[in-house]
């Protein structure tokens, strides 16, 4: 069983910077994938990032890329999620999910069904 808790979302103007933690719990971290997810009102959850094993094993979608930078740290077993450049259209519950990965060093996808979730960040960007 692996627990998840976001923080760090709040309000920011446009162009503006937030980065966001997940906190995992359990001793295997290194395992799982993580994912951050986005839903805004009225939409469809979006993926918006992934990461594998190490902080080289990457993937984004593409209404992100090049804004947002995932990490994450498997001795503190909290991956981050640095949102640069912010746009109004970046505004919604951000959670972060996860998967356990067969292998250690497998990569993430984004498509995978995720099995634990966390309860979600607000993230809202306006001026």
């Known amino acids: 069983q692996l627990q998840l808790v976001e923080s760090g979302g709040g309000l920011v103007q446009p162009g503006g910077s937030l980065r966001l933690s997940c906190v995992a719990s359990?001793?295997?971290?290194?395992?799982?994938?993580i994912g951050w997810f986005r839903q805004a009102p009225g939409k469809e959850r979006e993926g918006a990032s992934c990461?594998?094993?190490?902080?080289?094993?990457?993937s984004y979608a593409a209404s992100v890329k090049d804004r947002f930078t995932i990490s994450r740290d498997n001795a503190k077993n909290i991956v981050y999620l640095q949102m640069n450049n912010l746009k109004p259209e970046d505004t919604a519950l951000y959670y972060c999910?996860?998967?356990?990965?067969?292998?250690?060093?497998?990569?993430?996808?984004?498509?995978?069904?995720?099995?634990?979730w966390g309860q979600g960040t607000q993230v809202t960007v306006s001026s």
């Open positions: 359990g001793t295997t971290f290194p395992y799982y994938r």
């Open positions: 990461i594998g094993y190490s902080n080289s094993s990457t």
């Open positions: 999910a996860a998967y356990r990965a067969s292998a250690l060093r497998e990569v993430c996808q984004l498509n995978r069904q995720y099995r634990y």
